[in-house]
């Protein structure tokens, strides 16, 4: 499998390529911004699998993995975003964001899943992982998720959730609804702004606590089967 890591800090992505050349099977090559990154694609035939930073110098890894999946259909991705692995809120199980300090053996475990997805298969994220990323990260626009035949829209202004709607919900509800769904597909628009604001708590506290009711439902469901 052909591996791409797009790094601004030369030491780290040294040591993030050393590690996938000693660690898998896997060829693994290295580039210091979006433009080397998108140069370097049409330039090769093949990538299943980019590394990139969320945001660093020259670097926009949500923009530069739409433009790369383009090139490369089937394109599945990592991110390493710029805040610490402490300000989580929420561990996601079979993540695909690494804050720093990156655990190693998750992120290998990560990079061997990626190498079984068959050919043309989905780019998928746990929406739980997309969400604390956007707003970590500080976002501001719309992400849209994609789940089957489903979708909906939420709305971000400085990393703070204000808006979430579905085809049959809004706020919090849709904002329950799309947590249900679990692994979805993404893509995110900087320049959208929220029609209307729904969701008025912090953005942890809206998403732990749909993350709660979503258990909480889960569980009850799992009882009447039983």
Not at 81 to 100: N, S
Not at 113 to 118: F, I, L, T
Not at 139 to 150: F, P
């Amino acid at each position: 499998m052909q591996l791409l890591i797009v790094h601004s800090d030369a030491e780290m992505g040294e040591q993030l390529a050393r590690m996938v050349k000693d660690y898998s099977a896997h060829d693994c090559e290295l580039v210091g911004n979006d433009s080397a990154a998108l140069e370097w694609g049409r330039r090769h035939a093949k990538c299943a699998l980019l590394l990139t930073q969320l945001d660093a110098s020259a670097i926009d890894g949500l923009s530069l993995g739409g433009a790369l999946s383009e090139i490369f259909p089937g394109l599945q991705t990592l991110f390493f975003p710029g805040y610490a692995a402490t300000d989580r809120r929420l561990e996601v199980a079979q993540t695909k964001v690494f804050p720093e300090p990156i655990e190693g053996d998750a992120l290998l475990d990560a990079i061997e899943e990626a190498g079984k997805a068959p050919a043309g298969r989905p780019d998928l994220f746990h929406v739980v992982d997309i969400i604390q990323m956007c707003c970590l990260g500080r976002r501001s626009g719309a992400i849209q998720i994609v789940r089957d035949k489903r979708s909906g829209l939420i709305f971000l202004r400085g990393g703070q959730l204000l808006h979430a709607e579905t085809t049959g919900a809004r706020g919090a509800d849709a904002l329950f609804e799309m947590i249900e769904w679990g692994r979805i597909e993404f893509a995110y628009d900087r320049t959208v702004r929220a029609p209307v604001e729904t969701i008025r708590t912090q953005w942890d506290e809206a998403l732990i606590e749909a993350v709660t009711l979503c258990k909480q439902e889960k569980a009850l469901a799992s009882q009447r089967r039983a």
